[in-house]
């Protein structure tokens, strides 16, 4: 399984953009890039899945370089409600019986006003 | 329906009392999963249920015992648990354990005294 390495945390103001990257220097081929997002006392929530160059959906944007060892998740114009911890986890989708699935150390964002 | 539910929401037990954790999904998804996770830190996984059979078992202590009655239920019994077990229990689900995108229930906090 690949490893992965972000920030321990970040600090950041209302309605600046937060870029967060994910260094994974022994992704294997088939593995793709997949960020959550966790509130206190709850449960991880997915943001956004990758396997090369740029995703956007409707919350954030996944830039993967193409050699692919590392990723960077882009908030934009973050709110309050954008504090959280950000985790991102790298591993190959396409395996049966169920998917070991292992968290890395997580970013810790705080959106101040 | 995109939730998972679990309860309790919180439990407090004595290390020589047996309880249960439960975890519902109605999303048909075939693979789910138990993680725990201490405060400040990120999720560890724990087992993982693959169309009902037991495919993933992190090499959990045996006073943690999972069970999968049908797709859409997954318990985690507890026995003899000691006060290091305190955390937050959380249940994953996904489609069929080949999608790497889990939805996360809000997990049950759980005190060992």
């Known amino acids: 399984l690949a490893k992965t390495t972000q920030p321990i945390s970040m600090d950041s103001y209302e309605g600046q953009e937060v870029n967060i990257t994910c260094s994974h220097n022994?992704?294997?081929?088939?593995?793709?890039i997949t960020w959550y997002q966790q509130f206190p006392s709850q449960g991880p929530r997915f943001i956004i899945q990758?396997?090369?160059t740029k995703v956007t959906n409707e919350v954030a944007s996944l830039f993967i370089p193409a050699d692919r060892k590392s990723s960077t998740l882009s908030l934009p114009r973050v709110s309050l409600s954008d504090t959280a911890v950000y985790y991102c986890?790298?591993?190959?989708?396409?395996?049966?019986?169920?998917?070991?699935?292992?968290f890395g150390g997580g970013t810790r964002v705080l959106v101040k006003p | 329906d995109t939730e998972v539910t679990q309860t309790p929401k919180h439990l407090v037990m004595g290390m020589t009392n047996k309880k249960s954790l439960k975890c519902e999904q109605h999303?048909?998804?075939?693979?789910m999963y138990w993680y725990k996770q201490k405060a400040k830190k990120p999720p560890e996984l724990m087992f993982v249920?693959?169309?009902?059979?037991?495919?993933i078992n992190e090499s959990v202590p045996s006073r943690f015992s999972p069970e999968c009655p049908n797709s859409s239920l997954l318990n985690l019994h507890l026995h003899a648990l000691q006060p290091e077990d305190s955390a937050l229990y959380l249940c994953?689900?996904?489609?069929?354990?080949?999608?790497?995108?889990?939805?996360f229930g809000s997990g049950t906090q759980l005190s060992v005294l």
């Open positions: 994953a689900s996904s489609q069929d354990g080949t999608d790497e995108k889990l939805f």
């Open positions: 022994n992704i294997a081929t088939n593995d793709y």
């Open positions: 990758g396997y090369k």
């Open positions: 986890l790298v591993g190959d989708p396409i395996k049966a019986a169920g998917n070991k699935l292992t």
């Open positions: 999303m048909g998804h075939r693979a």
């Open positions: 249920y693959s169309y009902e059979k037991l495919s």
